[in-house]
């Protein structure tokens, strides 16, 4: 099982690492898996520090934040959706490209 802390943990490590050693080209990179896998990670810690950023302007952030995050679990358990199991599939895979990048 993985806790709410331990998934912030890991999705923010993952985006540093994109911070740290990656640009959006990632020269050697011949499988189109890992080019795709690779772009996603790439596409999305951008968008993370650039909402990040935004947010940082808003005063109501956390209300809005925990609204959002309420919302989803409460679809997703109405939609019978695993969202624990979604979500650690999710990450393993950011980490698989990560790894392989390394």
Not at 4 to 12: S, V, W
């Amino acid at each position: 099982m993985i806790t709410i802390q331990e998934t912030q943990d890991k999705l923010l490590d993952l985006i540093n690492s994109r911070l740290s050693i990656r640009q959006l080209s990632t020269p050697g990179v011949e499988s189109p898996m890992r080019m795709l896998g690779e772009r996603m990670l790439n596409m999305f810690a951008g968008q993370m520090i650039s909402d990040s950023m935004l947010a940082e302007q808003k005063e109501d952030i956390k209300e809005e934040l925990l609204e959002t995050v309420m919302s989803s679990l409460a679809l997703a358990g109405l939609l019978g959706i695993n969202l624990q199991r979604e979500l650690m599939d999710a990450i393993a895979l950011l980490e698989q490209v990560t790894a392989e990048g390394a």
